[in-house]
């Protein structure tokens, strides 16, 4: 399948070439001492005194070489497992909202560990999410349990990959002893890990901090799946300019990356990047602006280069409700990322630039992402689907409904959305006018109105329990007043003139 790309060959070989050159005479502040200390034995220049760490070329292609073209990221049932690159982009929702939009009240409020078991538990019933990255923070997490409270709630409702950061090697062993609980051994989590992890080790520009590159450092040692995001913002971190920040988060990736084969060759990497431009007008963090899909375009063309998986967070928005604009903003750069080839788009269900999750647009999401499926699968053409016997058997005014092909090919030649509304006015107004943020609340109620069959086992839960104490509840609970919303409500259809299009004046 061929891509869109904005990138020839001499360019990207140029942003490789740009990206050495400064690793070599700028280098990365590195703040982190075990990380200076490595990479001083894996023969780069090191100033401790300045904590400079500078990367020669050939130290930087020997490590780059060793990141593997493939990741698996792995799930508590081994069915939903991913492996990519693959044909399809592996989808996932955005993750480490602070706040969700009540289900109940429509009022934004801070997310707790319930919502995330809830969260889990419709995720599970969303076929165009492929895995969990933790949508929100738990503001009922017990002291020392932050992160516990939410991976505890995500693994105990979901089976499908969960993943999100943490913030200290302690909170990273927690976690672990979480899936050996769930595993049932830590021989058997080994084999089959079933938590992921990710980490942010640069701060643009050019530099390490402390906990996270220590986190990449560990997860990489102990052969924890993890993989690492960039974040630079446009006008601030990197130069105002595609091609500035291009050249600039290029080289960052490399230095982790080179890190991450120093702990460990053959660490698993994805080339992952949330790349925004500030709104120069006041400053304003853009995560639904268009250039993240045009430099994610960018970012694939790079990830091919240099043979490992390509990721983005795309589909974001910041929009503070369910509208237009967050409509547009999380319908452009998904699909240019599938049509540029990405293999992991984090999407799903965040309002108002990743600061609040709310159900009904997680529900909506889960459409675009079927879309974008859609259109990654692209349509198999040959003799047959060419259909041309059946065109001329048709015959001209012929009705092409009535013929056994058309039947036979209704499910899988087009997409059929279940949210988005189709109908004619008369029966969506007798139906009750709804929105789709109502039709997506009501498909959510559905869901968790129903136990959920993925829910941990209560002898499983009971031994994690007994390891954490005052550990939260993780159950999902339907919330007290979340009614639907009767779209089959009759309401007055205004009468409709016979013919309501004006006449065109002759000049």
């Given at each position: ?223 924890i799946t993890a993989y690492g995001t960039i974040a630079p913002m446009g006008g ?130 889960n459409e675009i992402a079927l879309m974008i499926k859609r259109v990654r699968d ?130």
């Open positions: 399948m061929q891509f869109f790309s904005y990138l020839s060959d001499e360019d990207i070989q140029y942003v490789h070439d740009s990206s050495l050159e400064i690793l070599q005479e700028t280098g990365l502040l590195v703040r982190n001492e075990k990380a200076r200390k490595r990479f001083a034995e894996h023969g780069c220049q090191v100033d401790h005194s300045t904590e400079i760490v500078c990367l020669p070329p050939a130290v930087v292609e020997k490590y780059l070489s060793l990141v593997p073209p493939t990741i698996t990221l792995r799930g508590r049932d081994p069915d939903f497992d991913l492996t990519f690159p693959r044909k399809q982009p592996v989808i996932a929702t955005a993750s480490s909202a602070p706040d969700i939009v009540d289900p109940v009240t429509g009022l934004t409020r801070r997310a707790r560990s319930d919502d995330i078991a809830r969260i889990g538990h419709l995720l599970n019933q969303l076929d165009g999410f492929d895995l969990f990255s933790i949508s929100t923070l738990a503001d009922d997490a017990p002291k020392d349990q932050f992160s516990l409270s939410r991976f505890y709630p995500a693994l105990k409702n979901c089976i499908k990959p969960c993943r999100t950061s943490v913030y200290d090697v302690r909170e990273a062993r927690q976690v672990l002893k979480l899936g050996e609980l769930i595993a049932g051994s830590e021989a058997a989590f080994r084999e089959r890990p079933c938590i992921n992890f990710g980490y942010c080790a640069i701060v643009s520009p050019l530099t390490m901090d402390f906990d996270s590159t220590e986190m990449l450092m560990f997860f990489a040692e102990h052969d601030l971190s990197t130069p105002m300019s595609l091609s500035g920040m291009l050249v600039l988060m290029n080289a960052e990736w490399l230095a982790a990356a080179s890190l991450a084969q120093m702990s460990k060759p053959g660490t698993a990497q994805i080339y992952n990047f949330l790349p925004v431009f500030a709104d120069m007008r006041d400053g304003a963090y853009a995560p639904g602006a268009i250039e993240i899909g045009m430099m994610n375009s960018a970012v694939c063309q790079m990830a091919r280069f240099y043979n490992v998986p390509s990721g983005g967070y795309l589909g974001l928005t910041n929009s503070k409700i369910n509208d237009a604009q967050a409509g547009f903003e999380k319908g452009m750069s998904p699909l240019m990322g599938a049509l540029s080839g990405v293999d992991f788009i984090v999407m799903g269900g965040l309002l108002d630039a990743l600061m609040s999750f709310d159900f009904a647009q997680a529900v909506i999401d692209g349509f198999e053409f040959s003799e047959e689907s060419a259909s041309l016997q059946e065109i001329k058997d048709t015959g001209p005014a012929g009705m092409f409904a009535a013929n056994p092909a058309t039947l036979e090919r209704m499910h899988s030649a087009t997409f059929m959305p279940e949210l988005a509304d189709r109908k004619l006015r008369e029966q969506w107004e007798l139906e009750g006018s709804s929105t789709i943020r109502q039709r997506a609340l009501n498909k959510a109620l559905d869901i968790l109105s129903t136990a959920n069959p993925a829910a941990l086992e209560p002898e499983v839960d009971a031994r994690i329990r007994a390891e954490f104490d005052g550990l939260v509840a993780g159950d999902s609970v339907l919330p007290e007043g979340w009614q639907r919303f009767d779209v089959g409500a009759s309401t007055p259809v205004r009468e409709r003139r016979p013919n309501r299009r004006r006449k065109r004046k002759v000049a």
